[in-house]
Nanobody
Framework: QVQLVESGGGLMQAGESLRLSCAASGRTSSSVAMGWFRQAPGKEREFVAAISWSRWSTVYADSVKGRFTISRDNAKNTVYLQMNSLKPEDTAVYYC???????????????WGQGTQVTVSS
């Protein structure tokens, strides 16, 4: 089992920056990749970004490329999502996820955090 706890959400103004954190514990060695997804009201959960633990590979959704950066601290078993130039359409609950391979597909991630709310006002 892998436990994931997100933090760092909040109420922001458009154009501001915010950093989310996801602390992983448990059998983290079984999870090759860590991802961030988000879900806005009335919409499906969508992929945002992902990173592999061992090879520093990253992948981003087109909607966040150039604005968001995913990174990790192996010593702390923590993954971060740096969000710059926030837009109102970034408003969503952001979820951290862990899985056996680096993909953009929600169904391939086995473990999920409880989510953290990010609200961006115009």
């Amino acid at each position: 089992q892998v436990q994931l706890v997100e933090s760092g959400g909040g109420l922001m103004q458009a154009g501001e920056s915010l950093r989310l954190s996801c602390a992983a514990s448990g059998r983290t060695s079984s999870s090759v990749a860590m991802g961030w997804f988000r879900q806005a009201p009335g919409k499906e959960r969508e992929f945002v970004a992902a990173i592999s633990w061992s090879r520093w590979s990253t992948v981003y959704a087109d909607s966040v490329k150039g604005r968001f950066t995913i990174s990790r601290d192996n010593a702390k078993n923590t993954v971060y999502l740096q969000m710059n130039s926030l837009k109102p359409e970034d408003t969503a609950v952001y979820y951290c996820a862990a899985g056996p391979r680096l993909t953009t597909q929600r169904g391939t991630y086995d473990y999920w955090g409880q989510g953290t709310q990010v609200t961006v006002s115009s």
